[in-house]
C-alpha cells in the first residue's frame, strides 16, 4: 500500500526513495471502460545521517537524526471512468521530528484537478435538453489540500490525515 497517498506526513518518513507506478484497466475490449494511470515518487531530502535498520526478521530500529527533516513527494494521475476523465497532480511537503527514538511528522498537500465530459459522446432521447445548448461545462478545474500527522516508531505507527480540506463542489451544469 502506498501510505503517502492517504497521508501527506509520510512523505520521506521512513529517509528511502520511492517511486510507484499504477496501471489498471477494467473490463477490457469495453469502449469507455474504466482505467486508471498514475506515478508517484516521495523522499526524504536534505539527509545525511538518517539511518533505518531492520531485516524481515529483526525488528527495525532508527538511528535519530537532526539532519534530514524534510521529506517531499509529488504525484500524477489520469482517471477515465465512461464519459468522465479526471486528470491530476498533487505536490506534498512534510517535516519529521525526532522525540528520542520516535519520529514524530506533519504533511501538507496541495492539490489541481481537471474534470472533462467528453459531450461527443454523449446522446439525448430529447433534442431540447438544456445541456445539450450550452448548459454543461465540458472541463472544471478544482484546487484542494490534504493535511496528516504521522508517529513512527520501530514497535508501531500511527497516523491520522484530513482529505479534501476545501471540499471543492464539482458542478457540470447550471
Known amino acids: 500500500m502506498n501510505g503517502f497517498l492517504l497521508n501527506p506526513a509520510v512523505a520521506g518518513s521512513d529517509g528511502y526513495t520511492t517511486f510507484n507506478l499504477t496501471a489498471r484497466e477494467q473490463w477490457v475490449g469495453f469502449e469507455n471502460a474504466p482505467r486508471t494511470h498514475a506515478f ?3 523522499t526524504r531530502i536534505l539527509k ?5 535498520k531492520g531485516t524481515p526478521v529483526k525488528r527495525r530500529s532508527f538511528k535519530p537524526s537532526t539532519k534530514g527533516r524534510v521529506g517531499v513527494g509529488g504525484y500524477i494521475f489520469n482517471d477515465r471512468n465512461g464519459l468522465v476523465n479526471r486528470t491530476g497532480i498533487q505536490l506534498t511537503y512534510a517535516y519529521h521530528i525526532w522525540l528520542k527514538e520516535t519520529q514524530l511528522s ?14 461527443e459522446e454523449l446522446t439525448f432521447f430529447d ?8 448548459g454543461l461545462r465540458k ?31 464539482i458542478k457540470f451544469g447550471n
Open 48 to 52: 545525511k545521517s538518517f539511518i533505518l
Open 127 to 134: 433534442q431540447r435538453e438544456p445541456l445539450l445548448s450550452g
Open 40 to 42: 508517484s515518487i516521495q
Open 139 to 169: 472541463v472544471i478545474y478544482v484546487p484542494d489540500a490534504n493535511f496528516g500527522m504521522y508517529l513512527l516508531h520501530n514497535k508501531y505507527s500511527a497516523g491520522f490525515s484530513v482529505a479534501q480540506l476545501f471540499q471543492s463542489a
Open 106 to 119: 506533519f504533511g501538507l498537500s496541495g492539490s489541481a484537478f481537471q474534470f472533462r465530459v467528453n459531450d
